[in-house]
């Protein structure tokens, strides 16, 4: 199944308190429950003003979905084509 990366643009992202990223995570749990198991989560990272999501799905069309959902921003959907790490150098 296609991996993405979600970039999300939210202002002060970085400053947003745990308890408020613990709220949009339930949300973001609730919709993808409802999508059904074919779209999953596997985590986020959250920097000043953006987060980044790595989402496992059919089709582009069911990441946006999620957002259109959950009241997301998702700005850029990319599939992943590959995955490199330094053990692509050995």
């Known amino acids: 199944m296609p991996k993405y990366v979600i970039e999300r643009e939210i ?3 970085g400053t947003i308190p745990p308890h408020e990223l613990k709220a949009i ?6 919709v993808l429950k409802g999508l059904g198991p074919q779209i ?10 953006k987060i980044y999501c790595i989402y496992i799905a059919p089709d582009k069309e069911t990441v ?3 957002a259109r959902q ?5 700005n850029s ?14």
């Not at 995570?25 to 609730?30: I, R």
């Not at 999953?40 to 003003?49: A, K, R």
């Not at 959950?70 to 998702?74: D, E, K, R, S, V």
């Not at 959907?77 to 490199?84: G, K, M, Q, S």
């Open 11 to 13: 202002p002060g992202a």
């Open 25 to 30: 995570s339930q949300k973001s749990c609730s």
């Open 40 to 49: 999953q989560w596997i985590h986020s990272f959250v920097t000043d003003d």
């Open 64 to 66: 946006l979905e999620h």
């Open 70 to 74: 959950g009241g997301f921003p998702a």
């Open 77 to 90: 959907v990319a599939e992943v084509r590959t995955i490199i790490d330094p053990t692509t150098a050995e």
